[in-house]
């Protein structure tokens, strides 16, 4: 591992308020990179200021809103004048059947999961091309390879993350932008308590969720070691490999068991 490559680096990460983005923050701020963090939440956002002045920014506010993304970006480019990696993490869930759920479930997944990170991606551009080794790294799920029931607009949302992904990876390759996508399993965090939506009474979490300090690491992993597309469990990567070679038997288990 090359962790020491990411002291003095210049970080904007969205969802830095818990879970996996505040794993992620921690960690990066241990390492001594240089981090702009944003959630709508502004307590966590503070205690990282406090804990580390000289490496924080902070800008609080709600990432679906054009405003908010136009903020980040300023505070980077007036602090920084370029930025090394941008993460979008920020995401929500909501678990219930499609049918009955309401039109403004799938708006608001869509808005966050996707369109959010779409624009806020297409406004760093200018700061990435001007970074130092610069990377994207957008924070998808293995459910944006294999759709599960229940989960629908929360599938489209990741799957429409990855394809874009995957169309930047190509057309940012000239400019020297690294794109990765990072597919986390379930995962011991706030989001399903967050979630906007749940009709359903069941345990989604299990009991196999994988810490976010490890996803963190992972995550650092990956973008030093400039990896594309990372899958980061057993479990996840059987139930992709599956999808590939027998899709109807993957359909069959996620339909009995997803
Ligand atoms: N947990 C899992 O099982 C799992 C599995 C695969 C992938 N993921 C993905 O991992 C990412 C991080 O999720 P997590 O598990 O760490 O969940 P989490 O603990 O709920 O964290 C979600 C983060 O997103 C922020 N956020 C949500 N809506 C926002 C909005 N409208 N504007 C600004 N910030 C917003 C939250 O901050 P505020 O509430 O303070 O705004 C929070 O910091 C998400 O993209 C999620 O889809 C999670």
New binding site residues.
């Given amino acids: 591992m090359k962790l020491n490559l990411i002291q003095g680096r210049r970080v904007i990460l969205?969802?830095?308020?818990?879970?996996?983005?505040e794993a992620l923050a921690s960690r990066l701020l241990e390492l001594e990179a240089n981090v702009l963090v944003t959630?709508?939440?502004e307590s966590p956002l503070i205690k990282l200021k406090e804990k580390y002045p000289q490496q924080v920014h902070w800008v609080s506010g709600?990432?679906?809103a054009p405003s908010t993304r136009q903020r980040l970006i300023e505070t980077a480019q007036e602090h920084w004048g370029a930025i090394d990696l941008l993460v979008n993490?920020?995401?929500?869930?909501a678990m219930g059947p499609f049918a009955e759920a309401s039109p403004d479930r799938l708006e608001l997944l869509m808005k966050?999961?996707f369109i959010a990170p779409a624009e806020l991606s297409r406004l760093a551009y200018p700061l990435l091309v001007k970074g130092e080794q610069p990377a994207l790294m957008n924070?998808g799920?293995?459910l944006g390879h294999r759709a599960v029931p229940w989960k629908s607009e929360y599938c489209a949302s990741k799957f429409a993350i990855r394809g874009l992904t995957a169309a930047l990876r190509s057309e940012w390759k000239s400019e020297g932008i690294d794109v990765l996508h990072l597919s986390?399993?379930?995962?011991d965090?706030?989001?399903f308590d967050?979630a906007i939506e749940n009709t359903m009474q069941r345990n989604w979490k299990g009991n196999r969720?994988m810490a976010?300090k490890r996803v963190a690491e992972i995550a650092l992993d990956a973008w030093v070691n400039r990896r594309r597309d990372v899958l980061l469990t057993p479990g996840g990567k059987a139930l992709v490999w599956l999808d590939r070679i027998a899709p109807r038997i993957a359909s069959w288990a996620v339909t009995r068991w997803g």
């Fill in positions: 969205t969802g830095a308020s818990s879970g996996i983005g959630a709508r939440r709600d990432i679906t993490n920020a995401g929500i869930g966050v999961n924070i799920s293995i986390p399993s379930t995962t965090s706030q989001f967050q969720a976010p």
